[in-house]
C-alpha cells in the first residue's frame, strides 16, 4: 500500500512540474463536458491542426459546430490569478509573488477563428463565435466583454447560442471542410511549436526596436488607466499595444 501512495506522490509531482502533461489533462476534462452536449444538435471536433498564413498552421483545441454556428474554443488549465484585457497582446498568470507572462488567449483564439474562416472563401457571413475556457484552478481577473469562462460554465455558455443560423447540411459540409482540411502526420505538433516561437522571437525583436508587429509603424510610449505602455503610432488604425 505504502508503495501505490509513494506512486501516486511521484506522478503528481510529475504532472505538476509539466505543462504538457497539465495540458493534455486540461484538455481531456473539456472534452468530457462538450461530451454532454446534445449529439443531435452538436458535432464536436477536438485537437485540429490547420493551415494559417504566411505557411504556417494553427492548432485549436476544440470546434463545436451546429445549427447555431461554428464555436471555436481554446482551454487553458492554469492555476493562479489570470490578469488582463482583450487589448494587451499578453495576459498575466500571478501565484502569489511570481508573474508568467501567456499571450492572450482571446488573441490566439482569434486566429484560429480566421483559419477556419479561410477554409469557406465562398460564406464571409459564417458565423463563427469565439470561447476561452479556464480550468476551476485559475481565479479570472480579466476585463473583456468577450466570452472568457470557467470550464464548468463553458457547456451552459455554449448553449446561450440559440438562433438557428445554419440547416442540417450545412453544418455536415462544414465539418467535412475542417476534417479534410487537417494537417496530419508524424511532427505536426513540433513543426507548429517551432513555428510559434519563430513568430514570438520575430515580435519580441520588432518591439524592442519599438516597431509595431502589426502593421510596421513606429511604437511610442503611452500613459493609460493602468499605467504605461507602447501603443503603434497608427491608432486608431491599428490597436496594438504592449505592456511590458
Same mark, same amino acid.
Given at each position: ?34 461530451? %454532454? ?28 459546430? &451546429? ?9 487553458? @488549465? ?7 484585457? $482583450? =487589448? ?9 509573488? =511570481?508573474?508568467?507572462?501567456? *499571450? @492572450? ?14 477554409? *469557406? ?7 463563427? /463565435?469565439?470561447?476561452?475556457? *479556464? ?7 480579466? %476585463?473583456?466583454? +468577450? $466570452?472568457?469562462?470557467?470550464? &464548468? ?5 455554449? $448553449? ?28 505536426? @505538433?513540433?513543426?507548429?511549436? =517551432? ?9 519580441? +525583436? ?15 510610449? =503611452? ?5 504605461? /505602455? ?6 486608431? %488604425?491599428?490597436?496594438?499595444? *504592449?505592456?511590458?
Amino acid at each position: 500500500m505504502i508503495y501505490i501512495v509513494a506512486l501516486l506522490i511521484v506522478i503528481l509531482v510529475i504532472i505538476s512540474k509539466s505543462p504538457k502533461l497539465k495540458g493534455i489533462i486540461g484538455e481531456k476534462s473539456v472534452i468530457h463536458k462538450l461530451n %454532454k452536449l446534445d449529439e443531435s444538435k452538436y458535432i464536436t471536433i477536438h485537437n485540429v491542426t490547420l493551415p494559417s498564413a504566411l505557411g504556417r498552421t494553427t492548432q485549436i483545441d476544440h470546434i463545436v459546430v &451546429s445549427i447555431y454556428g461554428v464555436i471555436v474554443i481554446e482551454t487553458k @488549465n492554469y492555476r493562479g490569478w489570470i490578469v488582463g484585457d $482583450e =487589448r494587451s497582446e499578453y495576459w498575466t498568470q500571478v501565484i502569489y509573488k =511570481r508573474k508568467e507572462k501567456l *499571450f @492572450n488567449p482571446l488573441r490566439q483564439n482569434y486566429g484560429h477563428i480566421q483559419a477556419i474562416a479561410s477554409l *469557406f472563401p465562398e460564406n464571409s457571413n459564417l458565423p463563427l /463565435f469565439g470561447i476561452v475556457s *479556464f480550468s476551476g484552478r485559475a481565479e479570472l481577473k480579466v %476585463k473583456t466583454s +468577450e $466570452e472568457v469562462v470557467y470550464a &464548468s460554465k463553458l457547456v451552459r455558455t455554449i $448553449e446561450k447560442y440559440n438562433k438557428v443560423l445554419l440547416n442540417r447540411g450545412q453544418v455536415e459540409h462544414i465539418v467535412e471542410v475542417i476534417k479534410s482540411s487537417q494537417i496530419v502526420g508524424k511532427g505536426v @505538433n513540433k513543426e507548429h511549436v =517551432r513555428a510559434i516561437k519563430e513568430v514570438a522571437s520575430t515580435k519580441r +525583436e520588432m518591439v524592442s526596436k519599438n516597431v509595431c508587429p502589426k502593421c510596421g509603424n513606429e511604437l511610442v510610449e =503611452r500613459s493609460g488607466r493602468y499605467g504605461k /505602455f507602447k501603443g503603434c503610432s497608427g491608432y486608431p %488604425k491599428c490597436r496594438y499595444i *504592449f505592456k511590458g
